[in-house]
């Protein structure tokens, strides 16, 4: 299992030979673990000695592999995508039955015995989305997709959404069964839970006819546009939209009226939509076109945003560290003298929201589809 | 024999368990640097600690000394010559939890920082004042400042503010004993009598662990703009930055690359350079805008009259851009572009200016001979820190590291680069730290002096576990 990782020895190699240090400096898993192991040039060392034979993969191996959020800034750094590498590293450990530390595994079993992430009830799941007058529907232009975090953590979030592509007459339906994506079960490394989503996401869309697929959580959109068909050996059968792609689309036809809002406000990129799609500019457009809305950016955005610690299992594992790196996104926030941190991602909201009550930061945290929904006449 | 169980023990409580370790997966990370070195042997460390203060730092220092175990200290690791490597094993001190800018006086113009402050940090908090910092690595991002004054390496802005040694004015240092020192003050001439700076700055931490630096820093340049220049040879390169000296001009960059060199510093940006050019110099100027036109052109004047040919706009700025790295262009850096069917490692001995082309044709000749033919790593020659006239010269060599007799043939090489400096009236040069890299030949060239050295090396450290076994110390 082990020689899967071998088409990465070279860069391994390569990487702990320059010793550049410029992923550790930015990396959120070691701002706060510390030790020179948890940033991607310590993995990739790690790795480098595994394919030696120096380091047998373990549990302490394991405990520094896994503390990793996924969030790719070290790629930015990086010449090579030492993200993909980590992330194989994961999926290893994860076959070779290396138990990760127990609030990672639970995403991974969690996943396998519920069906999502969450442990959740998946019948209250679906019955959630059949209470929704779209999933009567038998054709739209659109197939919404709801992600766990919005159902069973974030629903307030799904109110909103609705809210505004219903006022700006989008013609949409709702699957009327819940289905995880699989992104939870497929950053902690268990690739075989990852295709099972996969394979039951793709015959739902393929039963529903449904080719245009409307996501607003960023970890769905990174799953469906970018490693269903690493997972699935197979190009995408359908094409995914971002909910704030199809904002900035609806604002420029002028199909929403939209009531003035005085604040600043800063926008944190989810690294799932910013560094790993590219989608620097759409939200940015939906804010800014909200009259009497100062944009304001954070010291590190864009490709360069910190991340908010939650990604790749890391909150579920490392819950504190994982807050503690939230609340540093949040003091940057803070120091731009924004009043609204606004984000595009169910999972860096409550992240972000946990790091400001973990510091007492009176600043307000919302999606930039519950800031607008508010405004939408 | 050490109880090393024990010496972890004792760490913990001074450090906290999350900041000391002993697990393999950890201790590798700390047992190789930029050199070739922490391929060749094995200088892993037996534990890791990470202080968080300097009392802290003291107490580890106390317990070394207790259970006499080396300590080797380390900051971003970047380092390029093997010279924070656990020659003797036991305990690496990681310094990089000391990371704290403590003040910047913008009236005295200084900035006062923890050792284990990145050079990045340093230089915004500094901007952040409206005052500039001006040693400025590559490596800024993730070096920190103990680790420069260590070691010192080569910044960008050297030809105008000089080596970091420069910037010091004060320092605080831990001895092998666990007594605490500082040294100097924030006016420019707190040294009452012999510099005793001196004895900590390059030192590499076999003197004692610097844990706080008070540095010069400087008003800030309204601008800075630059010119690069193509030549024919390093003759005529350096012809013209004599001239330029002559005439005045004082610019703060001046970088000169051989093509291979340069090839591979545009590796990333992709900018095509033009045929025929064999050397090519990067000059930078800052300060006023008529300060730094007229700067460029009499540079510019002097330049074409050595034969140079001014080169695109779009060349220098991607070789710029490639240099400058800190937090908003850390994507655009080569340093962190590896390559992956060679390791680079350096020749860093300092020949006389006269005889730097000399040398470069000796080590291409030399390559030729080891078989070295298809290599992209070249010469690069510095500014600084007395302008424009280059002050050292050193050589990248790519060792194909999966090979044991390409890292054999590796050491022999450096053996007859160093050798043939030696011969040339040169010297082992300080300019990338001497690290394992350049020790061997330290006693040869120093003679009699060495004595003296060593008994420095006994006086202050005479437990010896401060960096044991590197630097040409046993």
Same mark, same amino acid.
């Given at each position: 299992?082990?020689?899967?990782? %071998?088409?990465?020895?070279d860069?391994?190699r390569a990487?702990?030979h320059v010793?550049?240090?410029?992923?550790?400096?930015?990396?959120?898993?070691?701002?706060?673990?510390?030790?020179?192991?948890?940033?991607?040039?310590?993995?990739?060392?790690?790795?480098?000695?595994?394919?030696?034979?120096?380091?047998?993969?373990?549990?302490?191996?394991?405990?520094?592999?896994?503390?990793?959020?996924?969030?790719?800034?070290?790629?930015?750094?990086?010449?090579?995508?030492?993200?993909?590498?980590?992330?194989?590293?994961?999926?290893?450990?994860?076959?070779?039955?290396?138990?990760?530390?127990?609030?990672?595994?639970?995403?991974?079993?969690?996943?396998?015995?519920?069906?999502?992430?969450?442990?959740?009830?998946?019948?209250?799941?679906?019955?959630?989305?059949?209470?929704?007058?779209?999933?009567?529907?038998?054709?739209?232009?659109?197939?919404?997709?709801?992600?766990?975090?919005?159902?069973?953590? %974030?629903?307030?979030?799904?109110?909103?959404?609705?809210?505004?592509?219903?006022?700006?007459?989008?013609?949409?339906?709702?699957?009327?069964?819940?289905?995880? +994506?699989?992104?939870?079960?497929?950053?902690?490394?268990?690739?075989?839970?990852?295709?099972?989503?996969?394979?039951?996401?793709?015959?739902?869309?393929?039963?529903?006819?449904?080719?245009?697929?409307?996501?607003? +959580?960023?970890?769905?959109?990174?799953?469906?546009?970018?490693?269903?068909?690493?997972?699935?050996?197979?190009?995408?059968?359908?094409?995914?939209?971002?909910?704030?792609?199809?904002?900035?689309?609806?604002?420029?036809?002028?199909?929403?009226?939209?009531?003035?809002?005085?604040?600043?406000?800063?926008?944190?990129?989810? +690294?799932?939509?910013?560094?790993?799609?590219?989608?620097?500019?759409?939200?940015?457009?939906?804010?800014?076109?909200?009259?009497?809305?100062?944009?304001?950016?954070? %010291?590190?955005?864009?490709?360069?945003?910190?991340? +908010?610690?939650?990604?790749?299992?890391?909150?579920?594992?490392?819950?504190?560290?994982?807050?503690?790196?939230?609340?540093?996104?949040?003091?940057?926030?803070?120091?731009?003298?924004?009043?609204?941190?606004?984000?595009?991602?169910?999972?860096?909201?409550?992240?972000?929201?946990?790091?400001?009550?973990?510091?007492?930061?009176?600043?307000?945290? %919302?999606?930039?589809?519950?800031?607008?929904?508010?405004?939408?006449? | 024999?050490?109880?090393?169980?024990?010496?972890?023990?004792?760490?913990?409580?001074?450090?906290?368990?999350?900041?000391?370790?002993?697990?393999?997966?950890?201790?590798?990370?700390?047992?190789k640097?930029y050199s070739i070195e922490g391929i060749a042997d094995?200088?892993?460390?037996?534990?890791?600690?990470?202080?968080?203060?300097?009392?802290?730092?003291?107490?580890?220092?106390?317990?070394?000394?207790?259970?006499?175990?080396?300590?080797?200290?380390?900051?971003?690791?970047?380092?390029m010559s093997g010279?924070?490597?656990?020659?003797?094993?036991?305990?690496?001190?990681?310094?990089?939890?000391?990371?704290?800018?403590?003040?910047?006086?913008?009236?005295?113009?200084?900035?006062?920082?923890?050792?284990?402050?990145?050079?990045?940090?340093?230089?915004?908090?500094?901007?952040?004042?409206?005052?500039?910092?001006?040693?400025?690595?590559?490596?800024?991002?993730?070096?920190?400042?103990?680790?420069?004054?260590?070691?010192?390496?080569?910044?960008?802005?050297?030809?105008?503010?000089?080596?970091?040694?420069?910037?010091?004015?004060?320092?605080?240092?831990?001895?092998?004993?666990?007594?605490?020192?500082?040294?100097?003050?924030?006016?420019?001439?707190?040294?009452?009598?012999?510099?005793?700076?001196?004895?900590?700055?390059?030192?590499?931490?076999?003197?004692?662990?610097?844990?706080?630096?008070?540095?010069?820093?400087?008003?800030?340049?309204?601008?800075?703009?630059?010119?690069?220049?193509?030549?024919?040879n390093i003759?005529?390169?350096?012809?013209?930055?004599?001239?330029?000296?002559?005439?005045?001009?004082?610019?703060?960059?001046?970088?000169?690359f051989d093509r291979r060199s340069l090839v591979q510093?545009?590796?990333?940006?992709?900018?095509?350079?033009?045929?025929?050019?064999s050397m090519?110099?990067?000059?930078?100027?800052?300060?006023?805008?008529?300060?730094?036109?007229?700067?460029?052109?009499?540079?510019?004047?002097?330049?074409?009259?050595?034969?140079?040919?001014?080169?695109?706009?779009?060349?220098?700025?991607?070789?710029?851009?490639?240099?400058?790295?800190?937090?908003?262009?850390?994507?655009?850096?080569?340093?962190?572009?590896s390559h992956t069917e060679y390791e680079p490692d350096l020749v860093d001995a300092c020949v006389?200016?006269?005889k730097f082309q000399e040398f470069s044709d000796f080590c291409d000749e030399l390559k030729r001979e080891f078989g070295w033919v298809d290599i992209d790593f070249g010469a690069f020659v510095?500014?600084?820190?007395?302008?424009?006239?280059?002050?050292c010269i050193y050589f990248s060599v790519p060792v194909d590291t999966r090979r044991k007799s390409e890292i054999d043939k590796w050491f022999q090489f450096k053996e007859r680069m160093y050798r043939r400096a030696l011969e040339m009236?040169g010297s082992l040069s300080?300019a990338n730290?001497?690290g394992l890299r350049s020790s061997p030949w330290?006693?040869d060239?120093?003679?009699?002096?060495?004595?003296?050295?060593?008994?420095?090396?006994?006086?202050?450290?005479?437990?010896?576990?401060?960096?044991?076994?590197?630097?040409?110390?046993?």
């Amino acid at each position: 299992m082990i020689d899967r990782l %071998e088409k990465y020895e070279d860069w391994a190699r390569a990487c702990m030979h320059v010793r550049c240090g410029f992923c550790r400096e930015n990396c959120p898993a070691y701002s706060q673990m510390q030790l020179d192991s948890y940033a991607a040039k310590g993995k990739m060392t790690i790795l480098y000695h595994l394919l030696r034979g120096r380091l047998q993969l373990d549990e302490t191996i394991a405990e520094r592999v896994f503390a990793c959020t996924s969030c790719g800034l070290c790629d930015v750094a990086c010449g090579y995508n030492q993200s993909e590498a980590i992330h194989e590293m994961k999926a290893v450990l994860c076959k070779q039955g290396v138990a990760p530390p127990e609030g990672y595994r639970k995403i991974s079993t969690s996943t396998r015995e519920s069906g999502n992430p969450y442990s959740a009830n998946s019948a209250e799941g679906d019955t959630v989305l059949q209470s929704l007058s779209e999933s009567k529907l038998s054709s739209a232009d659109y197939t919404l997709f709801l992600g766990c975090t919005q159902i069973y953590r %974030e629903s307030e979030e799904i109110d909103s959404l609705l809210k505004i592509l219903r006022a700006a007459g989008v013609s949409f339906r709702i699957p009327n069964e819940q289905i995880c +994506c699989g992104s939870p079960a497929y950053r902690v490394g268990d690739e075989f839970q990852a295709f099972e989503q996969a394979k039951r996401i793709t015959t739902l869309f393929e039963s529903m006819q449904s080719d245009k697929i409307l996501v607003s +959580c960023a970890g769905c959109y990174r799953m469906f546009s970018n490693d269903f068909k690493l997972l699935m050996n197979d190009e995408s059968r359908f094409k995914t939209t971002h909910t704030i792609e199809l904002l900035q689309e609806l604002i420029k036809q002028k199909r929403l009226k939209i009531s003035p809002l005085n604040a600043t406000i800063t926008y944190h990129d989810p +690294c799932h939509l910013g560094r790993h799609s590219g989608l620097y500019d759409a939200p940015r457009q939906v804010l800014s076109s909200i009259p009497g809305v100062r944009l304001v950016e954070m %010291e590190w955005n864009r490709k360069f945003a910190k991340c +908010c610690g939650a990604g790749g299992g890391f909150r579920a594992g490392k819950v504190e560290d994982s807050i503690a790196i939230a609340a540093n996104r949040v003091q940057e926030a803070k120091a731009t003298e924004a009043s609204i941190l606004a984000t595009a991602c169910p999972f860096c909201l409550r992240n972000l929201r946990d790091g400001a009550a973990s510091i007492d930061s009176k600043i307000k945290i %919302e999606s930039v589809e519950s800031i607008l929904a508010k405004l939408v006449l | 024999m050490t109880d090393l169980s024990l010496v972890e023990k004792m760490l913990i409580e001074i450090a906290g368990d999350r900041h000391v370790s002993s697990e393999l997966c950890d201790r590798l990370v700390y047992s190789k640097d930029y050199s070739i070195e922490g391929i060749a042997d094995d200088y892993t460390p037996d534990i890791i600690v990470k202080p968080g203060t300097s009392d802290e730092v003291v107490e580890v220092v106390k317990i070394a000394n207790q259970m006499n175990v080396p300590i080797y200290t380390w900051g971003g690791g970047t380092s390029m010559s093997g010279n924070p490597l656990a020659v003797a094993h036991g305990i690496v001190l990681d310094m990089k939890r000391l990371n704290r800018v403590l003040e910047v006086d913008t009236d005295n113009l200084t900035i006062t920082a923890q050792a284990g402050t990145t050079i990045e940090a340093i230089y915004n908090a500094a901007l952040d004042k409206g005052v500039f910092f001006a040693h400025h690595p590559e490596s800024s991002l993730s070096s920190t400042i103990g680790g420069a004054l260590s070691c010192m390496g080569i910044s960008i802005y050297g030809a105008k503010y000089g080596y970091v040694y420069d910037q010091v004015l004060a320092l605080e240092v831990i001895m092998s004993d666990g007594q605490r020192i500082r040294i100097g003050g924030k006016s420019y001439l707190s040294l009452p009598t012999h510099n005793l700076l001196n004895l900590f700055l390059g030192a590499e931490g076999t003197f004692g662990i610097i844990t706080e630096a008070t540095l010069k820093v400087y008003p800030k340049p309204p601008m800075r703009d630059r010119v690069s220049f193509g030549f024919s040879n390093i003759t005529t390169a350096i012809e013209a930055c004599k001239s330029a000296h002559a005439s005045g001009c004082w610019p703060e960059t001046v970088f000169m690359f051989d093509r291979r060199s340069l090839v591979q510093y545009m590796e990333r940006a992709k900018t095509p350079i033009p045929d025929k050019i064999s050397m090519a110099v990067l000059f930078g100027a800052s300060g006023s805008a008529e300060m730094v036109d007229t700067t460029l052109k009499v540079i510019t004047k002097c330049s074409e009259k050595q034969g140079g040919n001014r080169l695109p706009s779009d060349l220098t700025q991607s070789w710029w851009n490639s240099i400058n790295i800190g937090k908003d262009t850390f994507d655009q850096s080569n340093f962190a572009l590896s390559h992956t069917e060679y390791e680079p490692d350096l020749v860093d001995a300092c020949v006389p200016l006269s005889k730097f082309q000399e040398f470069s044709d000796f080590c291409d000749e030399l390559k030729r001979e080891f078989g070295w033919v298809d290599i992209d790593f070249g010469a690069f020659v510095v500014g600084g820190p007395r302008g424009p006239i280059p002050f050292c010269i050193y050589f990248s060599v790519p060792v194909d590291t999966r090979r044991k007799s390409e890292i054999d043939k590796w050491f022999q090489f450096k053996e007859r680069m160093y050798r043939r400096a030696l011969e040339m009236g040169g010297s082992l040069s300080n300019a990338n730290g001497l690290g394992l890299r350049s020790s061997p030949w330290v006693q040869d060239q120093l003679g009699s002096a060495w004595n003296l050295l060593k008994d420095l090396k006994s006086l202050l450290d005479p437990k010896n576990i401060l960096n044991r076994g590197n630097r040409g110390f046993s």
